[in-house]
């Protein structure tokens, strides 16, 4: 195996250098395979990750112009239009229980004003204390 002191060149040299294909193709089965990485194939030949993934593209068979890579998944997309799903079924139940609650509201207020009476009562407050018991005298 190549060390990285053999490729180790000026920044003229290495603008000058020219890789064979099947070197290339090496790397870029190296790559696919796992066996090493870009940033690893950068180091060691002292080649830019640019120049890498061109091979990648010119010679991988993941990387073909052709290929197009999407990320999402279908049970991503399922899971979303679910939860959209949810959300609306929630926003109806909402609106059902606000209209229970007008509803409600309108039917005490009507009771009210039939019999006199106020029927709602303030949370919170408590009843006066007084000096003691009343008594009719």
Same mark, same amino acid.
């Given at each position: ?6 490729f ?11 890789f ?38 010119? =010679? !991988?068979?993941?990387? *073909? @112009?052709?290929?197009? #890579?999407?990320?999402?998944?279908e /049970?991503? %997309?399922?899971?979303l239009?679910?939860?959209k799903?949810r ?27 039939? =019999? !006199?009476?106020d029927? *709602? @009562?303030?949370?919170? #407050?408590?009843?006066?204390?007084? /000096?003691? %018991?009343?008594?009719?005298?």
């Open positions: 195996m190549a060390t990285r002191e053999q180790k060149q000026s920044i003229k040299e290495r603008q000058r250098r020219i064979s294909i099947s070197f290339k193709q090496k790397k870029v089965r190296e790559i696919e395979q796992k066996i090493t990485t870009v940033s690893q194939v950068c180091r060691q030949y002292e080649v830019t990750g640019a120049a890498v993934y061109k091979w990648l593209k010119l =010679y !991988g068979d993941s990387y *073909k @112009k052709e290929t197009k #890579t999407i990320v999402e998944l /049970s991503d %997309t399922r899971k239009i679910e939860m799903a959300i609306a079924e929630l926003e109806q139940i909402i609106g059902q229980k606000q209209v229970q609650i007008d509803f409600k509201d309108k039917m005490i207020e009507l009771a009210e004003e039939m =019999y !006199g009476v029927i *709602k @009562k303030k949370l919170g #407050t408590k009843p006066l204390s007084g /000096s003691g %018991t009343t008594e009719k005298k």
